[in-house]
């Protein structure tokens, strides 16, 4: 069964390191997103992208925060300038259609520790 | 704007208890309705789904129906086993994807 998939599975680094966190959404998916969820609090939702471009972020997505579809299969999420409060597992999920309709296939997550 | 607003956990029931988690949404238009389930150590998988007012959405013996005239989407199981035991959240899509804050349920034997 087709899935999505999500390196690392855990990532530690120091403050003010920039990271990159990748997935690999399920082949014939127009839609990507990026959640977040800080340990036993809610699932956020960060960004969504279509098209190669976002078509919709939260106020959570701040400037720190950029992804991209280099190469037609990997969905990058990167963070320049980590902070502590960015630890959290970040879920990365596809859809063949527009989420009001469609399921979200998410990834097993990225746990990134900040320190 | 939208958002979803689910029953604080934690849940503790015994095997075979019935299960009620209420869910109620907030939206402009007509979402569509999700109830997903995480494992421990695991991604969100979905649980069921409702794309419009009355569906019934189940799945794994577990039921949720759209109710536009409350607005609930509450996930019901009439029977839960150790194996039950999660995190469920109650997600709202009408652009993209609002989740609940989570209710964690642990199913004693």
């Known amino acids: 069964e087709p899935e999505v998939t999500q390196t690392p599975s855990h990532q530690v680094t120091q403050m003010g390191q920039e990271v990159i966190l990748r997935c690999v959404p399920i082949s014939n998916h127009l839609y990507f997103y990026w959640y977040r969820q800080i340990l036993g609090q809610k699932v956020e939702f960060l960004v969504s992208?279509?098209?190669?471009?976002?078509?919709?972020k939260s106020e959570i997505f701040d400037d720190q925060f950029s992804v991209e579809r280099p190469d037609g299969s990997n969905f990058t999420l990167k963070i320049r300038s980590t902070k502590l409060e960015d630890s959290a597992m970040y879920f990365c999920a596809s859809s063949e259609i527009l989420a009001s309709t469609g399921e979200l296939f998410f990834g097993e997550g990225s746990r990134l520790t900040v320190l | 704007g939208n958002s979803v607003t689910q029953m604080e956990g934690p849940v503790t029931l015994s095997e075979e208890a019935f299960l009620t988690i209420n869910c109620t949404y907030t939206?402009?238009?007509?979402?569509?309705l999700f109830w997903y389930v995480q494992y421990p150590g695991e991604g969100l998988q979905l649980l069921l789904k409702?794309?419009?007012?009355?569906d019934k959405g189940s799945n794994k013996g577990f039921e949720a129906t759209y109710r536009k005239e409350t607005t609930s989407f509450h996930l019901e199981k009439g029977s839960v086993q150790v194996s039950d035991s999660a995190v469920y959240f109650c997600?709202?899509?009408?652009?993209?994807?609002?989740f609940g804050a989570g209710t964690r349920l642990t199913v004693k034997p």
């Open positions: 939206a402009t238009g007509y979402p569509s």
């Open positions: 409702a794309t419009k007012a009355d």
């Open positions: 997600a709202l899509s009408a652009y993209d994807m609002r």
């Open positions: 992208f279509y098209n190669n471009e976002i078509s919709e």
